[in-house]
């Protein structure tokens, strides 16, 4: 009898302890922004503060940390140090730079830290990134653009700032779908900093210079810029991509644009967060599931808004502020199925 | 007692920097109560050393009376051309070398020009060394258009890593601090002092003045070139744009330090002290988990404080 009841406690024990030790169930993550120039990354911070009180509901207590500021790299380097010295369970970083963050990537992965980037790739191996395949996102949305011109016209493209990563994987996304139209002639290649106004400025010297285009590919808030310019020029025949922010979807239903527009979703910082929670819980990724130049992406889905679906996406956020963006955050249940073994 | 301690704040300018150091260290541990591990405590030394190279450089500048707004834009070449050095060389232990040695040579460079345009040619310092340091920061732009570029790991884990059973970093803060304290006791350093007091006097009593303030700007560039290769061990890569933040901050590190940006008074321990209060702050700010929104205003409030407490020193130092 004393033998059986002994191993019987001692399973017990054992069973207690594995369940202990698995189903840790109180993470804390911080949240690492370097540059709070536009509402864009306000939103990515509000989504993820959000996406880890939702986790409740799965019995889960997610605390967030975050450090949002404009900082050069050594000062946002600093705030991932703070995270290591107070033992978060995992980081997730805007990254201000793709290279310089090896170093301490590798001291918060020796220290068991999970780090993930998002919104920017970065090249450590110690750490993943999730969030949108910019060169995809360039793609879709020159897709769109070659398409409406039924594969034949003159195109120009107004980019960001010369020299960023982001800015050179879109171009090369562009480049290549406009490589596969013979009909598709780009005139001219601009930089515009992503800034609207400058963007605007750039649209009108353009259509001065080159009066027969008829598309144009344009990033982000530029795209509002570059719309204001055709619109006072009358130039309606134009086709043009456009953004996402709910100002832009306003006079975009108003004028009736011909336009189209790849999301850059600020969810995608709620989406990592999902992500290294399940990671936290033990989940496995699938085999083979790492992609990109560096071999450590998971890419989320980007959505596209045109005339298809306008009036859809229209509707749902209309009545919020005109800052802010269309979002989408993948949510636990789409991350295990997407990116987690069984 | 009051006499006393104001002519202790005369010899000992940095006697108020001490003390807000200390307060902050204090405040710092009860926020973050990991903060007097030696692990937590070395992981801030290593954070906060370059703006603490850059503002040893500074100070000499500062003593002399002028001051160095290319320090920044110093420290972002020396980044750049030391990680394209290495890796254009293939990352082998001849490359390092190189690489550093011709890293400290950009620095002393840089700082011989500033100091030839400022101390010979008698150009205003402070648009003299603003120009210059577009001039620098164009330059680290040509040389690594996109932040990038590796170092071997073996850099990066060495920087990160222990000689002697002691971090390197600390090494790094040790050998400066011993470096300053030789500075300070060469008639050079009086000089230098004098020079900042009265130039005219100094010059008149046959002080070099205008070698004096080349040397300034070549310790200047020096110590700022540190500074970009401890980035280098810091960041493992290249980044042009990556010392820009660190020349105000080495002159607010100067002044909390309690050296006067006329000349003369003060010195490096100040300058050590106001750079680690300067990222002590962040931390403070950090850890007391403020909303985002207020973090700025909440740093520049305690900068302000900081400041504020050097002033009530310097009126008693001028009452004695």
């Known amino acids: 009898m004393s033998r059986s009841f002994l191993a019987v406690s001692f399973a017990a024990v054992f069973a207690l302890a594995g369940t202990l030790a698995n189903a840790k169930d109180t993470f804390t993550i911080g949240l690492s922004n370097g540059w709070v120039g536009s509402e864009w990354r306000t939103q990515m911070i509000d ?66 830290i999970l780090v993930i980037s998002t919104d920017a790739e970065v090249s450590s191996k110690d750490a993943i990134y999730v969030g ?61 900093n992503w800034d609207q106004a400058q963007g605007q400025q750039a649209m009108q010297n353009l259509l001065a210079t080159y009066p027969q285009i008829n598309g144009v590919w344009v990033q982000d808030g530029m795209a509002a810029g570059a719309w204001r310019a055709l619109t006072d020029a009358k130039r309606s025949d134009v086709a043009a991509t456009g953004e996402i922010r709910v100002d832009f979807l ?61 009036q859809k996406t229209y509707e749902q956020v209309k009545d919020k502020p005109g800052y802010i963006s269309v979002t989408t955050v993948v949510t636990p249940e789409q991350a295990e199925q997407m990116f987690f073994k069984k | 007692m009051k006499s006393t301690l104001r002519l202790s704040g005369h ?117 003299t060394t603003f120009a210059t340091g577009i001039v620098f920061a164009g330059f680290a732009l040509w040389v690594l258009p996109e932040a990038g570029r590796q170092v071997p790991p073996e850099f990066y884990l060495a920087y990160a890593g222990t000689v002697l059973g002691v971090p390197t970093v600390l090494w790094i803060l040790l050998a400066a601090i011993a470096f300053a304290g030789v500075i300070a006791r060469t008639r050079f350093y009086q000089a230098l002092r004098a020079t900042g007091g009265n130039i005219q006097a100094a010059y008149q009593t046959g002080v070099p003045v205008a070698r004096v303030r080349l040397r300034a700007y070549l310790l200047s560039g020096l110590f700022a070139a540190l500074a970009g290769l401890a980035l280098v061990g810091e960041t493992a890569s290249g980044d042009p744009l990556i010392g820009g933040a ?14 006067a940006l006329s000349g003369c008074i003060g010195g490096v321990a100040g300058s050590i002290l106001g750079a680690f209060i300067l990222g002590l702050i962040n931390n403070v700010i950090f850890f007391a988990q403020l909303p985002f929104a207020w973090q700025g205003l909440i740093q520049g409030l305690i900068i302000l404080a900081a400041l504020a407490g050097g002033v009530v020193m310097a009126r008693g130092r001028q009452e004695t």
Not at chain 1, 76 to 81: E, K, L, M, N
Not at chain 1, 86 to 99: L, R
Not at chain 1, 261 to 276: D, E, H, R, T
Request: net charge positive.
């Open chain 1, 47 to 112: 989504e993820a503060e959000q996406a880890a009180k939702e986790w409740s509901k799965r019995g889960v207590t997610v605390k967030t940390i975050a450090q949002s500021a404009n900082v050069d790299v050594p000062g946002q380097i600093a705030q991932i140090r703070n995270f290591i010295n107070q033992g978060v369970d995992a980081i997730i970083v805007n990254p201000n730079s793709p290279t310089a963050f090896d170093p301490i990537f590798a001291q918060a992965k020796a220290r068991g």
């Open chain 2, 11 to 127: 010899r000992h300018p940095y006697l108020m920097a001490a003390v807000v150091f200390l307060v902050l260290c204090v405040v710092n541990a009860i926020l973050q109560p990991s903060f007097l591990k030696f692990g937590v405590a070395t992981s801030n030394v290593a954070a906060f050393l370059p703006m603490a190279l850059v503002a040893i450089g500074q100070t000499y500048v500062v003593l002399a009376s002028d001051i160095d707004l290319s320090a920044g834009a110093i420290v972002s070449v020396v980044n750049v051309v030391v990680v394209s050095i290495i890796e254009g060389m293939g990352g082998t232990g001849a490359s390092i070398a190189a690489g550093l040695t011709l890293g400290i040579a950009v620095g002393l460079i840089c700082g011989a020009v500033n100091g030839l345009c400022v101390a010979y040619l008698r150009f205003q310092p402070i648009v």
């Open chain 1, 250 to 310: 306003k006079t975009w239903n108003d004028r009736k644009f011909n336009s189209g527009a790849s999301v850059n979703p600020p969810g995608c910082m709620a989406s990592a967060l999902n992500v290294a929670v399940l990671r936290l819980q033990g989940r496995q990724f699938k085999d083979g599931i790492f992609k990109g130049q560096y071999g450590n992406a998971l890419y989320i889905p980007i959505p596209l808004i045109d005339s298809s679906n306008f």
């Open chain 1, 132 to 192: 949108i395949d910019q060169k995809a996102w360039a793609m879709q949305s020159a897709e769109w653009l070659a398409k409406t011109l039924k594969g034949k016209g003159n195109v120009v493209a107004i980019n960001g700032v010369a020299g960023h990563p982001a800015n050179q994987m879109r171009v090369a996304g562009y480049k290549e779908v406009f490589a596969k139209y013979p009909g598709i002639r780009v005139l001219n290649e601009v930089n515009a």
């Open chain 2, 246 to 259: 660190l020349t105000l901050a080495s002159v607010t590190a100067v002044v909390l330090g309690g050296t």
